[in-house]
Structure formats: C-alpha cells, structure tokens
C-alpha cells in the first residue's frame, strides 16, 4: 500500500471534457427522505446504502478513478445515541457484506477518518477489508468515517513533525499534503453534495481547494446514476483556471495537444 504521493491537482488543467477522475460526495438528506414517507430517519439511511451500491457502480462504469463517500463525520457523534449506533452497524454490516463484490469488481477500498473511537473489532473488519483489496486497481473506493478535514490537517502536521522534527517552520505544501488522508490520489475533481445544503460541513478542507463544486436538492436515497450524469455534465462545462485567465488556458490548450497539458507551476508566494 505504499502510493507515491500526488502533487497538488491546481497545478495541472484536468481535461473537463472527459470524466472527473475523482468525485467526491457529501451523502445528505437520508433522514428527510424517510421523514417524508413518515418512516424512522435510520430506513433513510438503510435506503442510501443501495444509493452508494448504485453510485459506486455507474463511477466504475464511467471510467472514474477515485470515488470519496462521506459516510459519517467528526460531528455526527453529536447525534442521538440511537442513531450513531446504527449508522456504525450498518458501516460494519456492509463492510461484511460487500468486500467481495468489490474484489470481484477489482475495486480497492481505503478507509479515511480517525478510527482510534472505533472498537477494535470495527478497526480489525476496516484493516482486514482494505487489505484484501490493495492490490486492485479499477477504481480507489475511499469511505471518510468519522472523518472531519481539521482532524486530516491536524494529523498531517502532526505526522509532518514526527517524520522531520527539525522542519518546525520550513515545511512545504507538497511534504504536507502527503501527509493527508488522502495522500494516495488525485484531489477531487467535483465534489457533490446532495440533499440541498450548500456547505462543506468539515469535509474535505485542504483538497476541495480547487474542485469543482455541486449541490442538489435531491436527497440521498434519490441519487440515482441519472442524477449522477448530471452532475458529471455539468462538470464537463466548468473552465477550470486556478487563478490563470480564459485567455492563457486557449493558448496553452492549443499548444500543449503534444505536451499532456501540464502548464508551468503555479509560484506560491
Ligand atoms: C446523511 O443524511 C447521512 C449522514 C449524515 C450519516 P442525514 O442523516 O444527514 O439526513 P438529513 O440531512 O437529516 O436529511
Ligand atoms: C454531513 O452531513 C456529513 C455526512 C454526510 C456524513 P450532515 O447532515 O451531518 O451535515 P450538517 O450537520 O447538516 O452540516
Ligand atoms: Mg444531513
């Protein structure tokens, strides 16, 4: 499981003409789902399990690499005490459940967040399931579980200064954002948030930087490989700049068909 760490993706331009190659999702709305069908808030979230079977399978089918689900965050300990611990069952549950399939589908599973909450049986099932699936390589599957982007920097310094205790006030962006939980892709390319919230909610913080970004109103359980396109679409029409102008992007799309469309890097002051 030893990746190379990415460079940052602000320093290339993405081709938005083809498919993201990593999309990254905020799972919202399962509890208003249910509660418009007068049902408890945990069948909402029993319903958007086949939501994420769906989306995991039309992002293989598209061609994305890296797909990121936000199951539970650092905050959602805050819930009712009921609810928490469905939410954890029914992570275990699937785990269980679908390890297989994903092997058969040559999907490799990684697993984000801070699992030192987690009981150790939980962390053994996470461990057990991201090893038997290391070595595929169709699409990186990353679930954030008890995941909150302060706690990925937090740690990422905290790594940092382990691995260089003498770098205290000289490390660089790229030393640490390999420290980041997600240190083994790309940063994501769209981020969708469904359930009609337009916040980031301690997802992601360093890599949505520069991603493009997506909010519907459809709920969770509704997210279906249609509503997905859609997204992808709109993607597809997003003229990504970071920081440049319209104008520099044409000419250098025009001159770099040859070249992998690697622009000079971006000067960090
Ligand atoms: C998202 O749905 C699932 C989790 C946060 C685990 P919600 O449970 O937040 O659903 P709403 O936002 O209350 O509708
Ligand atoms: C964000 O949803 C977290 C997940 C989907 C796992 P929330 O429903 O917890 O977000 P807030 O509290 O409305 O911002
Ligand atoms: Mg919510």
Same mark, same amino acid.
């Given at each position: $499981?030893?990746?190379?760490?990415?460079?940052?993706?602000?320093?290339?331009?993405?081709?938005?003409?083809?498919?993201?190659?990593?999309?990254?999702?905020? $799972?919202?709305?399962?509890?208003?789902?249910?509660?418009?069908?007068?049902?408890?808030? =945990?069948?909402?979230?029993?319903?958007?399990? &086949?939501?994420?079977?769906?989306?995991?399978?039309?992002? $293989?089918?598209?061609?994305?690499?890296? !797909?990121?689900?936000?199951?539970?965050?650092?905050?959602?300990?805050?819930?009712?005490?009921?609810? =928490?611990?469905?939410?954890?069952?029914?992570?275990?549950?699937?785990?269980?459940?679908?390890?297989?399939?994903?092997?058969?589908?040559?999907?490799?599973?990684?697993?984000?967040?801070?699992?030192?909450?987690?009981?150790?049986?939980?962390?053994?099932?996470?461990?057990?399931?991201?090893?038997?699936?290391?070595?595929?390589?169709?699409?990186?599957?990353?679930?954030?579980?008890?995941?909150?982007?302060?706690?990925?920097?937090?740690?990422?310094?905290?790594? $940092?200064?382990?691995?260089?205790?003498?770098?205290?006030?000289?490390?660089?962006?790229? &030393?640490?954002?390999?420290?980041?939980?997600?240190?083994?892709?790309?940063?994501?390319?769209?981020?969708?948030?469904?359930?009609?919230?337009?916040?980031?909610?301690?997802?992601?913080?360093?890599?949505?930087?520069?991603?493009?970004?997506?909010?519907?109103?459809?709920?969770?359980?509704?997210?279906?490989?249609?509503?997905?396109?859609?997204?992808?679409?709109?993607?597809?029409?997003?003229?990504?700049?970071?920081?440049?102008?319209?104008?520099? !992007?044409?000419?250098?799309?025009?001159?770099?068909?040859?070249?992998?469309?690697?622009?000079?890097?971006?000067?960090?002051?």
């Amino acid at each position: $499981m030893a990746d190379t760490p990415f460079v940052s993706s602000t320093r290339e331009i993405p081709d938005v003409s083809g498919v993201p190659r990593h999309v990254a999702i905020i $799972m919202d709305g399962n509890g208003r789902w249910a509660r418009k069908r007068f049902m408890p808030r =945990v069948a909402g979230h029993r319903r958007g399990v &086949e939501s994420v079977r769906n989306v995991i399978r039309t992002c $293989m089918e598209r061609g994305v690499t890296h !797909l990121t689900l936000f199951a539970f965050s650092s905050e959602n300990w805050r819930r009712p005490a009921e609810e =928490v611990s469905f939410l954890l069952q029914l992570f275990r549950r699937s785990l269980l459940r679908e390890v297989e399939r994903l092997t058969v589908n040559g999907i490799r599973l990684r697993i984000i967040g801070d699992l030192s909450r987690f009981e150790p049986s939980l962390v053994a099932l996470i461990r057990e399931a991201e090893r038997r699936t290391c070595t595929n390589e169709r699409m990186t599957l990353s679930i954030a579980v008890n995941y909150g982007g302060r706690w990925d920097i937090m740690q990422a310094v905290h790594g $940092m200064l382990k691995k260089h205790p003498e770098r205290r006030d000289d490390f660089t962006e790229n &030393e640490l954002s390999a420290e980041l939980a997600l240190n083994y892709g790309p940063e994501p390319d769209l981020f969708i948030r469904t359930g009609g919230e337009q916040r980031v909610s301690n997802f992601l913080l360093w890599q949505l930087a520069y991603t493009e970004l997506y909010f519907t109103d459809t709920l969770w359980p509704d997210f279906d490989e249609v509503a997905l396109d859609r997204a992808i679409q709109w993607y597809q029409t997003r003229e990504r700049r970071f920081g440049r102008t319209s104008e520099q !992007l044409s000419t250098s799309r025009r001159s770099s068909v040859q070249e992998g469309r690697t622009l000079p890097p971006v000067d960090h002051a």
